[in-house]
Nanobody
Framework: QVQLVESGGGLVQPGGSLKLSCVVTGSTFNNYGYNWHRQAPGKQREVVASIAVDGYSYYAAFVKDRFTISRDNAKHTVTLQMNNLEPEDTAVYYC??????WGQGTLVNVSS
């Protein structure tokens, strides 16, 4: 059974940083790509960043070089480093394995 568990969310002031982690179990981690999505209140879920098996990464336009996605194949972990956070980044952030298996989400609240 594939499970993804996110952590690292919380309350941060505008301009601050957070590092989200996603630990994957029950999967052949090295064989899959992973994504971070987010869903803000009243809005549709949207992709934030993706990382492929070979490490190739993709970012949504709104990231604007503020976020970095990475993967640790030895630890079965996907990380999203978020810098210079804006109030518009407030959302529940979800990790998923190729949009098939999803975590429960972690809340990021950017507010002064």
């Amino acid at each position: 059974q594939v499970q993804l568990v996110e952590s690292g969310g919380g309350l941060v002031q505008p301009g601050g940083s957070l590092k989200l982690s996603c630990v994957v179990t029950g999967s052949t981690f090295n064989n899959y790509g992973y994504n971070w999505h987010r869903q803000a209140p009243g809005k549709q879920r949207e992709v934030v960043a993706s990382i492929a098996v070979d490490g190739y990464s993709y970012y949504a336009a709104f990231v604007k070089d503020r976020f970095t996605i990475s993967r640790d194949n030895a630890k079965h972990t996907v990380t999203l480093q978020m810098n210079n956070l804006e109030p518009e980044d407030t959302a529940v952030y979800y990790c998923n394995e190729e949009r098939v298996h999803w975590g429960q989400g972690t809340l990021v609240n950017v507010s002064s």
